[in-house]
């Protein structure tokens, strides 16, 4: 089928079961490959619901300037987005985040308001000087901010996720979902997809940013994850359990995943999947873990990731 728009290349992601990784003895477990959208990142799914959201209501005019603060992904996205769309874009990150990221987004023809970070290193106050920035252009510009981490029409993007996931697993004993938390965003859409066939949602953080499950933030180097806050979407916690995951095991665990499984990915990637592994030796074979590889490695090939 010859598509009328690139936007329609968003989604329909493959499900692929890991086969040498995962002990013996323990649930099964299948990852989305998300790195398949035309960023190479599930953020796709959520920068289209945003946009086109704001377009029903009314909110966003044709030509009005777009912008937000990210880590890169939803930059990425948006910049893709608003490309095919027509709108100016400005992104506030930060050079805390991969240098392929900040590339895309220009590439794409997006404005970039680079804020110096820690030494590299992603910290809540890095986070409050990223808003700042929004909000000087929000008022010199009148641009219309996305507003990530509050914005419900996100979710409607990760919904169509979790449909595919059922699609795709029918016949399936599903257990548990998990995911690492940024905005939240994924795992309250999809969750909200799949709760009535599935036993348990998890989700995930680094450990050395445990908000979720110590209520304290702090400095990591998980891209897209743990701003040392709780997500508004999370407030009410609308999953069952979250778990603290060694980063360090997750940036080891990358290479095996790539050079064992074939699935080439970044580190939040990763740390799904080693928290899917944790929760998976803890059921039996005849279950299903299910996690989300959120973007592809290419993503992180400036870095020390791959190293």
């Given at each position: 089928m010859i598509l009328t728009s690139?936007?329609?290349?968003?989604?329909?992601?493959?499900?692929?079961?890991?086969?040498?990784?995962?002990p013996d003895g323990s649930a099964q477990v299948l990852v989305k490959l998300e790195g398949g959208n035309p960023t190479g990142s599930y953020k796709d799914r959520m920068a289209l619901?945003?946009?086109e959201g704001a377009e029903r209501r009314g909110d966003?005019?044709?030509?009005?300037?777009?912008?937000?603060f990210t880590g890169g992904s939803t930059g990425s996205s948006l910049a893709f987005i608003c490309a095919v769309k027509g709108y100016p874009l400005s992104v506030?990150?930060?050079?805390?985040?991969?240098?392929e990221k900040l590339r895309t987004m220009q590439a794409f023809g997006a404005d970039l308001?680079?804020?110096?970070?820690?030494?590299?290193?992603?910290?809540?106050?890095?986070?409050?000087?990223m808003r700042h920035e929004v909000d000087q252009i929000v008022a010199s510009e009148n641009a219309f901010w996305t507003d990530q981490f509050?914005?419900?029409?996100?979710?409607?993007?990760?919904a169509i996720l979790g449909r595919e996931l059922l699609d795709q697993t029918?016949?399936?004993?599903?257990?548990?979902?998990c995911g690492a938390v940024g905005t939240g965003g994924m795992l309250v859409g999809v969750g909200r997809t799949i709760r009535p066939h599935i036993d348990r949602i998890v989700a995930l953080e680094p450990a050395s940013s445990p908000a979720l499950t110590k209520g304290f933030g702090g400095s990591h180097r998980v891209e897209g994850t743990a701003t040392g806050a709780i997500p508004p979407l999370l407030v009410d916690k609308p999953y069952d359990e979250a778990r603290a995951i060694e980063e360090?095991?997750?940036?080891?665990?990358?290479k095996a995943l790539s050079q064992q499984e074939g699935v080439f990915s970044g580190t939040s990637a990763a740390l799904n999947v080693l928290g899917a592994i944790q929760l998976a030796s803890e059921l039996s074979p005849n279950q299903t873990v299910v996690t989300v590889a959120a973007d592809t490695g290419l993503k992180y090939l400036a870095g020390d990731l791959y190293l």
């Open positions: 690139a936007l329609q290349a968003i989604g329909n992601t493959p499900v692929v079961r890991l086969q040498r990784i995962v619901a945003m946009i966003l005019q044709p030509g009005q300037r777009v912008v937000e506030v990150s930060s050079d805390a985040f991969s240098p308001v680079v804020v110096p970070s820690d030494q590299g290193r992603i910290t809540p106050d890095l986070f409050v000087r509050n914005n419900p029409d996100a979710l409607d993007g990760y029918a016949g399936t004993a599903l257990h548990t979902f360090t095991e997750a940036r080891d665990l990358v």
